[in-house]
């Protein structure tokens, strides 16, 4: 793959994942600006606060939907036998979890990635993608917010791949994708640290 298809290749996997899926639903179920409403972000959380857990499911899906598409149709055709045989395949991930993030249609505003990662993610890393997931649920029912759970999944993909392969351009790509976790909840740790978090 040369330089230039690689370039305009990802360019079009951020503008997939710029597609705004909680804003459009939102929108669309209920006329409303979901910036202006709930937290103001567009991830299914909050879609769920606005419309209901029907559509917060739908969104989370399509959400998945836009990291492990890119990352699918990389695998299948440059005819990658592996995803650790080569380093493209983290592009076309990050590629969609910046577009998710920082939506050129929403002015670089957009969601805080964790659907859209572990849709990047699951193929890469399934192992550590199921226990992020299980770790998920446990903090969000044991201490009810959803936040604390994003931010400890974020966590753990890293952790179980480095323990499961060492170091390796999954375990550099599920770090990076957990600093962008962690920058997108810089306020919800804030609040989480004075205690006036909202409960999931």
């Excluded at 103001?40 to 879609?47: D, F, H, K, L, Q």
């Excluded at 699918?72 to 076309?92: C, D, E, I, K, N």
């Excluded at 969609?96 to 193929?123: E, P, R, W, Y």
């Excluded at 974020?154 to 957990?178: A, D, H, K, R, W």
């Amino acid at each position: 793959m040369n330089n230039v298809v690689l370039i305009v290749l990802l360019f079009f996997t951020y503008l997939w994942g710029s597609i705004p899926v909680g804003y459009l639903v939102v929108y669309r179920i209920a006329g409303k600006n979901i910036l202006e409403h709930g937290s103001g972000n567009i991830g299914s959380t909050n879609v769920g606060r606005i419309v209901g857990k029907k559509w917060s499911l739908f969104t989370q899906l399509l959400d998945m939907l836009k990291g492990l598409l890119p990352v699918a149709l990389f695998l299948v055709f440059s005819g990658q036998q592996h995803p650790r045989t080569g380093m493209y395949v983290y592009l076309f991930g990050l590629a969609a979890i910046l577009g998710h993030n920082f939506s050129i249609f929403l002015k670089f505003n957009g969601g805080k990635g964790v659907n859209t990662t572990l849709g990047a993610a699951v193929l890469l890393a399934p192992v550590a993608v199921f226990c992020a997931v299980a770790m998920f649920f446990v903090i969000k029912k044991v201490f009810k917010y959803v936040s604390l759970g994003s931010m400890m999944l974020g966590t753990i993909m890293p952790v179980v791949e480095y323990i499961q392969n060492g170091i390796s351009y999954t375990f550099y790509f599920l770090l990076l994708c957990l600093f962008l976790i962690l920058l997108r909840h810089r306020n919800n740790i804030r609040r989480l640290l004075n205690r006036s978090e909202n409960k999931a």
